[in-house]
T-cell receptor, first 108, second 120 residues
């Protein structure tokens, strides 16, 4: 089974900061990767798919990169509504569907 | 994006069957690029995909759950449903319905989630 490892598991940051989250896959997934944001008590929300394609309606301060086994999600200029948990997920096949352990972005 | 809404009992007894429904609005349920599925999240933990079904009934599910999982679509009602048999406390979770659309197994529309507790 594929394993998705996110780091850090938690990060403290201030409004306006730039934050980068890393997701490492245990096997090559090319650019078949999505990122989600989950606010407390809410459903996950798709941010990015295809490793770097922004979902419609998602602010441009979110960006994704990487390919193969190493991926990043960057938030440039944190806003108060961005404090949430972020998950990565491989998307190339139904047999690969699993979610990373999550990264909690907290207010410093 | 479609709007999805889960419904069903919030409490299920151990060894019984968990049954949930998801009602779709704002889009067709019959699009050939759509897969309709379920993802769960135990309290305080991460996300686990359960399975997804096409409008024509083709089912993909997580191997460790597939012997207990049935997902089906009722197109006239614009609903799809989850049945999970022989539940235990480990099945206690918030259950989300979600849509996969397009190229790649990412989920672009989600329901708000429903907490299901397995307890006697």
């Amino acid at each position: 089974d594929i394993q998705m490892t996110q780091s850090p598991s938690s990060v403290s940051a201030s409004v306006g900061d730039k934050v980068t989250i890393t997701c490492r896959a245990s096997q090559d997934v090319s650019t078949w990767l999505a990122w989600y944001q989950q606010r407390p008590g809410k459903a996950p929300n798709l941010l990015i798919y295809g490793a770097s394609t922004l979902q419609s309606g998602v602010p441009s301060r979110f960006s994704g990169g990487g390919s193969g086994t190493l991926f990043t999600l960057t938030i440039s200029g944190l806003q108060p509504e961005d404090f949430a948990t972020y998950y990565c997920q491989p998307t190339g096949s139904f047999s690969l569907i699993t979610f990373g352990g999550g990264t909690n972005v907290e207010i410093k | 994006q479609a709007q999805l809404q889960e419904s069903g009992p919030g409490l299920v007894r151990p060894s019984e069957t968990l049954s949930l429904a998801c009602t779709v609005s704002g889009d067709s349920i019959s699009g050939r690029d759509f897969y309709w599925g379920w993802i769960r999240q135990p309290p305080g933990k991460g996300l686990e995909w359960i399975g997804s079904v096409s409008y024509s009934g083709f089912l993909y599910s997580k191997p460790s759950l597939e012997s207990r999982v049935t997902i089906s679509v009722d197109s006239p009602k614009k609903q799809f449903s989850l049945r999970l048999t022989s539940v235990t406390a480990a099945d206690t979770a918030v259950y989300y319905c979600a849509r996969r659309f397009g190229n790649g197994w990412h989920f672009d529309s989600w329901g708000q989630g429903i907490l299901v507790t397995v307890s006697s």
